[in-house]
């Protein structure tokens, strides 16, 4: 079903349409003319953005989710981290939420991280209450962490597939498979 919360555009479009009737309107019958007339596309614009402002759709909350998440990990902040996954996570190397978070704990101590940015993000799935996402990341590592000075390549490219569940309204992560570092195909008991 189309969505006027993720694309306002339409709804813009569908103004100008509106606007140029009313142009037409008045040309061929100009003894109806009314300033009044040209608040309809004004009111049809308004909602585009109205809607667009006020209604958070559930891609948009994943985004939020997603970037509050790179956030925590470049901080380090791990209790912000528990915070976006969900209490039954499971994924083919962890068996728990708490299993990610001290593998998080473990290899983000060592100020592994300078920055890490999002390159691109697919929807594969959403439905009621889970979404399927494909993250394509670049994740600049630290002078000083270990990976840098044994490799040449200060950065590194990660694909990584993330599920995700509704729960109370909101969208929590349930699985992350790794999914291919450098494009080169890898899992997470390949990562150490």
Same mark, same amino acid.
């Given at each position: 079903?189309f969505?006027?919360?993720?694309?306002?555009?339409?709804?813009?479009? #569908?103004?100008?349409?509106?606007? *140029? @009737? /009313?142009? %037409?309107?008045?040309s061929?019958?100009? !003894?109806k003319?009314?300033?009044?007339?040209?608040?309809?596309?004004? #009111?049809?614009?308004?909602?585009a *953005? @109205? /809607?667009d %402002?006020?209604v958070?759709?559930?891609? !948009?909350?994943?985004?939020?989710?997603?970037?509050a998440?790179?956030?925590?990990?470049?901080e380090?902040? *791990?209790?912000?981290?528990?915070?976006?996954?969900?209490?039954d996570?499971?994924?083919?190397?962890h068996a728990?939420?708490?299993?990610?978070?001290?593998?998080?704990?473990?290899?983000?101590?060592?100020?592994?991280v300078?920055?890490?940015?999002r390159?691109?993000?697919?929807?594969?799935?959403?439905?009621?209450?889970?979404?399927?996402?494909?993250?394509?990341?670049?994740?600049?590592l630290?002078?000083?962490?270990?990976?840098?000075?044994a490799?040449?390549?200060?950065f590194?490219?990660?694909?990584?597939?993330?599920?995700?569940?509704?729960?109370?309204n909101?969208?929590?992560?349930?699985?992350?498979?790794?999914n291919s570092?450098?494009?080169?195909?890898?899992?997470?008991?390949?990562?150490?």
């Amino acid at each position: 079903m189309f969505d006027f919360a993720q694309q306002p555009w339409t709804l813009l479009g #569908i103004a100008v349409i509106v606007l *140029f @009737g /009313i142009f %037409t309107y008045r040309s061929v019958v100009p !003894e109806k003319n009314r300033w009044r007339q040209f608040l309809i596309p004004l #009111i049809i614009a308004a909602a585009a *953005f @109205g /809607i667009d %402002t006020l209604v958070q759709t559930d891609k !948009e909350k994943i985004e939020a989710v997603l970037d509050a998440g790179i956030k925590a990990v470049e901080e380090e902040n *791990f209790s912000d981290i528990e915070l976006y996954i969900s209490d039954d996570y499971r994924d083919s190397f962890h068996a728990s939420k708490q299993q990610l978070i001290d593998h998080a704990q473990r290899e983000l101590d060592m100020n592994m991280v300078e920055t890490s940015k999002r390159t691109d993000l697919l929807f594969d799935n959403i439905s009621e209450n889970k979404a399927k996402v494909n993250l394509f990341m670049q994740i600049i590592l630290s002078k000083n962490s270990p990976i840098s000075q044994a490799y040449p390549v200060p950065f590194f490219k990660l694909r990584v597939d993330i599920n995700f569940i509704k729960q109370n309204n909101n969208w929590l992560i349930n699985n992350i498979e790794i999914n291919s570092v450098n494009q080169q195909s890898a899992r997470w008991n390949q990562i150490r």
